[in-house]
């Protein structure tokens, strides 16, 4: 299963490379590539619509479409030349959705701590859950389903007060309309045939224009942006066009150079990203749709640690499921979301509406803090060894030290702290066996004021 990520990934590189090629001899000058954009496009007033965002630390991403009838992964599968696409679009007749239950859908969303979830609409195979005008690729016109399952799943999304995200690919490898068909076959160039083209972009933004009619989402979650330039794609019209009248919905990085967030795939950052909104968007297995079999799946102390890693660098974790063609999950992904849930409901405080944590010279671990920078959040994943945890270089006092959703309050004592040095200290704090959580176990700290970090490099002793 790996390697044939891996070769998928090395396919997707190499298209990747020779759109930029391709992008880059279109349009003299233009090279497209992958920075960080968002800081220009958000006004200073955009930053009021990103706060729901930023607080919501969790979003469960949905996989669900064509592919997960032969268990194959979502488009590439014909796309890298697997099978024919004739063959793939077979799976149509699969596509029941029988079992399809949009509201325990949404309670395991709700129940998993996240506050949003995003949806394929449409995937880069081209197939539309919704009942579009544009085209017969769709649940309703060709699949078994013979209905639209993009509208109860929203339905029952707002229903539980969650925010809803529709991802939707810019390319429709199944469209005649469109340039890209399978790795060896383009069916034409733009420059060769700009009305064709032109004919691709109204069929696509007539089904976003369905898209934001139908559902007004609140956020956007583009994908496939590489296979052109955003001159190609109009990004800015697109840009403008879905906020007009919807102000305050947000867009991914992925509509080239139009997004307010930075969206960071499968690799967890390793370094805190320079965005001031991100979100990973990242699978439970190794594959986004259903795939029965991939069972490398993360056991749940992995999610949870990739969980606890994004919070802490002031991000948040889109989390994949991929339903089954009946629209049953499989029980092994509702565990590793209910087991989040849990882990999350036990420590809300220090997870939703917190902000990214201190540097690890002060904490061996993660943390995060509270808006007012007053508590700090102490994430222990292991056993301390000698039951003690440390945290060093704080000029605060520490007023109370206390296990997040246990209440215990725990004792603690510095070291090297004189009162004629303004150097504050090592604080060892106790952490008794009984408290300590399956997963992670988190310590906060009351300080007497925001957070001070004491940085400076004592000299040499003076007086005494
Ligand atoms: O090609 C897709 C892939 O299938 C999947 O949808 C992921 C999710 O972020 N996005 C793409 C590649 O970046």
Request: proline content about 4%.
């Amino acid at each position: 299963m790996i390697v044939f990520r891996i070769l998928e990934t090395k396919n997707k590189m190499k298209h990747k490379f020779s759109s930029l090629l391709l992008g880059f001899m279109c349009f003299s000058g233009t090279i497209v590539k992958s920075q960080d954009t968002t800081a220009k496009i958000l006004k200073d007033t955009d930053h009021e619509k990103m706060v729901w965002f930023k607080e919501a630390k969790l979003g469960i991403f949905i996989h669900w479409g064509l592919y997960a009838v032969d268990g194959i992964s979502e488009s590439w599968s014909f796309y890298n030349e697997y099978l024919s696409h004739e063959d793939y679009l077979k799976q149509l007749s699969g596509f029941t959705a029988a079992n399809f239950k949009p509201k325990e859908w949404a309670k395991l969303i709700k129940d998993s701590g996240a506050k949003y979830s995003v949806i394929t609409s449409k995937h880069h195979d081209g197939f539309a859950l919704w009942n579009t005008n544009y085209g017969h690729l769709n649940a309703v016109s060709h699949a078994a389903a013979k209905k639209d399952v993009l509208s109860p799943l929203i339905d029952a999304l707002k229903e539980k007060e969650l925010k809803v995200g529709i991802y939707f690919s810019l390319p429709d490898w199944s469209s005649d309309l469109y340039t890209h068909f399978t790795t060896s076959k383009r069916r034409y160039a733009i420059e060769q045939d700009p009305q064709r083209w032109q004919q691709y972009l109204n069929y696509m933004n007539g089904q976003l224009l369905e898209l934001k009619n139908n559902y007004t989402p609140d956020l956007w979650w583009f994908d496939g942006d590489w296979e052109h330039p955003p001159e190609a794609w109009e990004s800015t019209k697109i840009r403008t066009s879905l906020l007009k009248g919807a102000p305050n919905t947000i867009i991914n990085s992925r509509l080239i150079g139009q997004g307010d967030y930075q969206t960071p795939e499968i690799g967890v950052p390793v370094y805190r990203p320079e965005a001031k909104y991100w979100e990973l968007c990242m699978t439970l297995n190794d594959s986004w749709g259903y795939q029965q079999t991939d069972n490398n799946y993360k056991t749940s102390q992995q999610v949870i640690d990739i969980f606890v890693d994004c919070i802490s660098k002031g991000g948040n974790l889109l989390l994949d499921i991929g339903p089954k063609a009946d629209g049953s999950i499989d029980p092994i992904q509702k565990e590793r979301l209910l087991e989040l849930g849990s882990w999350i409901r036990k420590h809300h405080k220090a997870v939703y509406g917190t902000e990214k944590g201190i540097p690890y010279e002060h904490f061996y671990g993660p943390t995060t803090l509270s808006k007012d920078k007053q508590t700090l959040f102490l994430f222990v994943r292991d056993i301390p060894k000698d039951g003690k945890i440390v945290v060093k270089g704080i000029s605060n006092t520490i007023h109370r030290a206390y296990v997040v959703g246990n209440g215990s309050i725990l004792s603690q004592n510095k070291i090297a702290k004189l009162y004629w040095n303004k150097y504050p200290g090592i604080s060892y704090i106790d952490l008794p066996k009984e408290t300590i959580d399956t997963y992670y176990t988190v310590v906060a700290l009351v300080l007497d004021g925001p957070i001070e970090l004491y940085s400076e490099l004592n000299g040499a002793v003076e007086q005494n």
